[in-house]
């Protein structure tokens, strides 16, 4: 038997939602910066091995988290994962120069850090429109670079423990939405919760389908009680009015029958009888029946 499955335009991605492997790649990176944020693992071999860790999983799995994200059209998330990726690459540079006896210079580092917490900061508000979860997310990045501008202005040591704490914070903020986003879809329930957004955002006019679904739970009902026998108007109206109220149902009606999914039987210009065509019953069982979802 052939199925004719409709097509309605629904976007495709071209990779799986990748962003869940840049945020356990991060916390994996702040996992082996934590123990150095705290005076754990100062020697060569410790700082050479957390930056193989910073190289492989913050800078290699955020990259191409990065750029799956951006295949994907997702500008916010391709925007921060790429550019935090390169990041922890630097990460990478700096533990291996110091780790041979060489330290970066304190001037350029500086300079960068003031400019990614400008830039962090623009980011973080953006982020604030999609969760407040992602936005204390973002909040902890801005942090992390503040707490690293003042250590780099002032010379003091009063900011090594707020780094450490946010390097611990980061990362496990960014394991809490993986597991959101792996763990949720996969369970059907909420495990780990995403709280909505920061900020308030002014919702679009939407497209008003109740008059339409209820002509389609009309006439559904009735195929499903006598087949393809028809209607008459008066009988679709009557039910109609009693889902959605007093409302003209005449222009919705000529465009179905335009799109093929009702029958009419006209006596010149008046509506007399209706009934859903089979192209109709497939188009209502795929829209609220969800029938080709296994």
Same mark, same amino acid.
């Given at each position: 038997?052939?199925?004719?499955?409709?097509?309605?335009?629904?976007?495709?991605?071209?990779?799986?939602?990748?962003?869940?492997?840049?945020?356990?790649?991060?916390?994996? *990176?702040?996992?082996? $910066? #934590?123990?150095?944020? =705290?005076?754990?693992? %100062?020697?060569?071999?410790? +700082?050479?091995?957390? !930056?193989?860790?910073?190289?492989?999983?913050?800078?290699?799995?955020?990259?191409?988290?990065?750029?799956?994200?951006?295949?994907?059209?997702?500008?916010? *998330?391709?925007?921060? $994962? #790429?550019?935090?990726? =390169?990041?922890?690459? %630097?990460?990478?540079?700096? +533990?291996?120069?110091? !780790?041979?006896?060489?330290?970066?210079?304190?001037?350029?580092?500086?300079?960068?850090?003031?400019?990614?917490?400008?830039?962090?900061?623009?980011?973080?508000?953006?982020?604030?429109?999609?969760?407040?979860?992602?936005?204390?997310? %973002?909040?902890?990045?801005? +942090?992390?670079?503040? !707490?690293?501008?003042?250590?780099?202005?002032?010379?003091?040591?009063?900011?090594?423990?707020?780094?450490?704490?946010?390097?611990?914070?980061?990362?496990?903020?960014?394991?809490?939405?993986?597991?959101?986003?792996?763990?949720?879809?996969?369970?059907?329930?909420?495990?780990?919760?995403?709280?909505?957004?920061?900020?308030?955002?002014?919702?679009?006019?939407?497209?008003?389908?109740?008059?339409?679904?209820?002509?389609?739970?009309?006439?559904?009902?009735?195929?499903?009680?006598?087949?393809?026998?028809?209607?008459?108007?008066?009988?679709?109206?009557?039910?109609?009015?009693?889902?959605?109220?007093?409302?003209?149902?005449?222009?919705?009606?000529?465009?179905?029958?335009?799109?093929?999914?009702?029958?009419?039987?006209?006596?010149?210009?008046?509506?007399?009888?209706?009934?859903?065509?089979?192209?109709?019953?497939?188009?209502?069982?795929?829209?609220?029946?969800?029938?080709?979802?296994?």
């Amino acid at each position: 038997m052939l199925i004719n499955k409709i097509d309605f335009g629904k976007k495709h991605e071209v990779f799986a939602e990748p962003t869940p492997l840049g945020l356990i790649g991060l916390a994996l *990176g702040c996992a082996a $910066l #934590t123990p150095i944020a =705290f005076g754990y693992g %100062l020697t060569p071999m410790g +700082l050479k091995t957390a !930056a193989m860790f910073c190289l492989l999983f913050g800078g290699g799995c955020q990259f191409l988290a990065g750029v799956m994200n951006f295949a994907n059209k997702n500008l916010f *998330g391709g925007t921060v $994962l #790429t550019a935090f990726s =390169f990041n922890w690459v %630097l990460n990478w540079w700096s +533990l291996s120069q110091v !780790a041979s006896g060489a330290i970066p210079d304190h001037t350029i580092l500086l300079a960068t850090d003031v400019v990614s917490l400008v830039l962090f900061l623009v980011i973080t508000y953006g982020f604030g429109f999609f969760s407040k979860l992602l936005f204390y997310f %973002l909040l902890d990045i801005d +942090l992390l670079y503040a !707490a690293k501008i003042v250590k780099a202005v002032t010379h003091t040591k009063s900011m090594d423990l707020p780094i450490a704490l946010l390097t611990v914070g980061l990362g496990l903020i960014a394991l809490w939405i993986a597991f959101a986003s792996l763990i949720n879809p996969t369970s059907g329930r909420t495990v780990f919760a995403i709280p909505g957004p920061m900020f308030a955002v002014k919702k679009k006019q939407a497209f008003d389908w109740s008059l339409r679904n209820a002509m389609f739970e009309v006439l559904f009902k009735h195929w499903t009680e006598v087949a393809f026998k028809s209607m008459t108007f008066e009988e679709l109206k009557e039910g109609v009015q009693k889902k959605v109220g007093e409302r003209n149902i005449l222009p919705d009606l000529a465009y179905l029958m335009e799109l093929g999914a009702v029958v009419v039987t006209t006596e010149g210009e008046r509506v007399v009888n209706v009934r859903l065509s089979a192209q109709g019953i497939d188009l209502y069982e795929q829209i609220a029946l969800r029938k080709y979802e296994f």
